[in-house]
Nanobody
């Protein structure tokens, strides 16, 4: 199991920026993947951005061009820089590692395919 410590998030107006950070208890090179998922009330868990141990990144179409995932090998952290935030970006954001299948509900680690999850942090975008 991987422990994930999250930081960042908060409230911002439309068009603003926020940054999320995640520090895993294992080396980034020992994780198949690590990244960010989000869940808004009444919606299923959504994969946002991920990065593999080899450095390959993936982002959802809805955030491409606005969100950037990166990693700091020396600090063993992963960061999600979120720019040009929209109202629909409002959600609880979770850092997760070794996720092979996205659960309907974020932070569901009941199956090994769902990987390990952080506690979540709220991101609220207001008009």
């Amino acid at each position: 199991n991987v422990q994930l410590v999250q930081s960042g998030g908060g409230s911002v107006q439309v068009g603003g920026s926020l940054r999320l950070s995640c520090a895993p208890s294992k080396s980034l090179f020992d994780l198949d993947n690590i990244g960010w998922y989000r869940q808004a009330p009444g919606h299923e868990c959504q994969k946002v951005s991920t990065i593999t141990s080899g450095g390959t990144t993936w982002s959802a179409d809805s955030v491409k061009g606005r969100f950037t995932i990166s990693r700091d090998i020396s600090e063993n952290t992963v960061t999600l820089q979120m720019n040009h935030l929209k109202l629909e970006d409002t959600a609880t954001y979770y850092c997760a590692a070794n996720v092979q299948a996205t659960p309907d509900t974020c932070a569901n680690s009941g199956y090994s395919l769902f990987g390990s999850w952080g506690p979540g942090t709220q991101v609220t975008v207001s008009p």
